[in-house]
C-alpha cells in the first residue's frame, strides 16, 4: 500500500513539475503526461501532421515531451533562422537515439563534434564546389537518357505504368554512379530492385518516435521489432557498400602500381584516398557512403514522382512547361544541357520550388541538440533538448505562405525571397551537404523527362494521402505516357 501511494505521489509530483513549472518560461506545450510525456499522440505514422495541429494552437515555437526527452518544434522560417543561422553553433549537434546506435556516429548524419568536421570538410570537397559537381552532367544526362528508353517500352505496348520504380533506379543509378562509377545497366536487375526496396524500408519505418529512444529503462524489457527489422536492412546495405568500396580501392591499388596514384573518378576514391593516408576509419568510409546513397536517392526520386503527378493533374501547367523546356532546347547552342544555364528556364523553375514546397518530402529534419542554455523568440531551451525543423509546417503555415495549400507555381516567379523560405535541404551548418548535387540532378533529369514525355490520366491522381514515414511517398498510382 505504502510503495502505492509513493508511486501515485511521484506520478501527480512529475505531473505538476511538467505542466505547472513556473521557474523560467518555457515554450507553449500541450498537457504532458508522467514518464512517456505526449509520445502517446505522436505513435502515428503521419506525425507531421499531429505537429501541424500542434502549430495551428501553439504557435512557431511549442515544447514536447518525448518520454523523458525534452523537445522543441520550430515551425517558421523565422524561428529556424533565428535558431540555426543566427545561433547555429548551438543547435550544431544531433540527437543520437539508442535505437540506431547500431548505425554508429561515424558517419556525416549522425556524427557530432570533430568526427563530423572532418567528414564534411572531407566530403565538401567534392560535393560544394558548382566545377566539381558540373563534371557528372553528362552522367546524369545518360542516364535520364535510359529511364527514358525503359517507359518507351511502355508507350509502344500503350499501357498505363506506375512510373515509381523507373523513376527510382534512375536516381539510385545517378547516386551509384557518382559513388562508385558504374551503373545497372538493366532497369530489371533483380539487385538494384532489392537496394530501391531497402531503401523504401529504411524511409518507411523511421515515421514515429520509437518509445525505447526516450524511455531508457525500456531496453532492458524487449527490442522494438522495428528496430530489429531496420537493423537488419542496414547489415545488408552495409554489406552491399563494403562490397563496393573493396573494389574501388583494388583499382586504387592497381592504379597506383601503374603510377597512376592520383586518378579520382568518383566520390568513393576521394574517401579511399584519405583512408589510404590514415585520414579516415575504414568504418568512416563505409557509413557515409552508405548515406549519400540512401539519402541521395529516395529524396530526388520522389521529388520527381510528385511532380509529374501533380503535372499530370494539371495539364495546362504541364503544357507551359513544356513549351518552355521546347523553346530552351530551340535556343540553345547544340542543345547542351546544362544547370549552368538552369536561369533561361524561369517558368520551370517556379513550377520545381512549388512542387518542393506543397508536396514536401522530408517533413521534418533529422532532429538536432542544443549543446548549452538558450533564450529562443523570449523562452528557455536547457541544454540537451531535442530540436526538430518542422519543415511540413515552415512549408504550409499562412503567415509565410499565401494560400498556402493551393498549388500556384506563379507565386515564385517575380520573388526571390519567397525561395530562401524553402527548407527541404535544412538550415545552418548542418544542411544537406550534398544539395547542389541533388538541385543539378533534378533539374537535368525533370527537363529530358517532360521534353520527351507527356504523362496523363483519366482521373485525378490522390496528392494529398500519401504513405507516411521520414520520407512522405504517393501511393501505388498508374498513368498514360505519351511520346513528344
Not at 527490442?223 to 568500396?245: A, C, D, S
Not at 536561369?343 to 521534418?364: A, D, G, I
Amino acid at each position: 500500500m505504502i510503495i502505492i501511494v509513493i508511486v501515485v505521489f511521484l506520478f501527480y509530483f512529475s505531473f505538476l513539475n511538467l505542466n505547472l513549472n513556473p521557474k523560467k518560461k518555457r515554450p507553449p506545450s500541450p498537457i504532458t503526461l508522467p514518464v512517456i510525456g505526449n509520445l502517446i499522440s505522436l505513435l502515428n505514422n503521419q506525425p507531421q501532421n499531429i505537429l501541424f495541429n500542434y502549430y495551428k494552437k501553439y504557435g512557431k515555437i511549442y515544447q514536447l515531451q518525448y518520454g523523458i526527452v525534452n523537445t522543441v518544434v520550430l515551425s517558421e522560417f523565422d524561428i529556424l533562422k533565428e535558431a540555426f543561422i543566427e545561433n547555429g553553433e548551438v543547435f550544431i549537434e544531433r540527437y543520437n537515439k539508442i535505437t540506431k546506435k547500431f548505425k554508429s556516429s561515424e558517419n556525416i548524419v549522425n556524427s557530432n563534434g570533430l568526427i563530423w568536421k572532418k567528414l564534411q570538410s572531407i566530403s565538401i570537397q567534392e560535393l560544394s564546389p558548382n566545377i566539381k559537381i558540373k563534371k557528372y552532367e553528362p552522367m546524369i544526362i545518360n542516364e535520364t537518357n535510359k529511364l527514358i528508353d525503359s517507359f518507351n517500352e511502355h508507350i509502344k505496348s500503350n499501357e498505363s505504368i506506375d512510373p515509381t520504380l523507373n523513376i527510382k533506379i534512375c536516381f539510385l543509378n545517378i547516386i551509384i554512379s557518382f559513388l562508385f562509377n558504374f551503373r545497372y545497366n538493366d532497369y530489371k536487375d533483380e539487385k538494384v530492385i532489392q537496394l530501391v526496396d531497402y531503401i523504401h524500408s529504411i524511409f518507411r519505418m523511421g515515421s514515429h518516435p520509437i518509445p525505447q529512444d526516450y524511455i531508457p529503462i525500456l531496453n532492458k524489457f524487449y527490442i522494438n521489432k522495428t528496430t530489429k527489422i531496420h537493423q537488419k536492412i542496414f547489415e545488408n546495405i552495409y554489406e552491399y557498400i563494403e562490397n563496393q568500396v573493396q573494389k574501388r580501392l583494388e583499382i586504387l591499388n592497381k592504379n597506383n602500381n601503374n603510377n597512376n596514384n592520383n586518378i579520382n573518378e568518383c566520390f568513393v576514391d576521394l574517401l579511399l584516398l584519405k583512408f589510404k593516408s590514415n585520414l579516415l576509419t575504414w568504418n568512416e568510409v563505409i557509413k557515409t557512403t552508405t548515406d549519400l546513397m540512401i539519402a541521395g536517392s529516395d529524396t530526388n526520386s520522389l521529388f520527381t514522382i510528385h511532380l509529374i503527378i501533380a503535372l499530370t493533374n494539371r495539364e495546362n501547367i504541364q503544357n507551359k512547361v513544356f513549351n518552355e523546356i521546347l523553346n530552351f532546347y530551340i535556343l540553345n547552342e547544340n542543345n547542351k544541357i546544362t544547370f549552368s544555364n538552369k536561369s533561361k528556364t524561369p517558368y520551370y523553375n517556379s513550377v520545381l520550388k512549388e512542387v518542393e514546397r506543397r508536396f514536401t518530402v522530408s517533413p521534418l529534419s533529422q532532429p538536432h541538440r542544443t549543446n548549452k542554455d538558450i533564450i529562443l523568440n523570449g523562452y528557455f531551451i536547457p541544454s540537451g533538448s531535442q530540436i526538430i525543423q518542422n519543415v511540413y509546417s515552415c512549408h504550409l503555415n499562412d503567415k509565410d505562405w499565401e494560400n498556402p495549400f493551393q498549388f500556384n507555381p506563379d507565386r515564385f516567379l517575380n520573388n526571390n525571397q519567397l525561395e530562401k523560405k524553402l527548407i527541404t535541404f535544412g538550415m545552418g551548418p548542418r544542411n544537406c551537404l550534398g544539395f547542389q548535387f541533388a538541385l543539378m540532378s533534378i533539374w537535368i533529369v525533370n527537363l529530358i523527362l517532360f521534353k520527351s514525355i507527356k504523362f496523363s490520366s483519366n482521373k485525378l491522381i490522390e496528392e494529398e494521402i500519401r504513405e507516411g514515414g521520414t520520407t512522405l511517398s504517393p501511393f501505388p498510382f498508374k498513368i498514360n505516357l505519351i511520346k513528344r
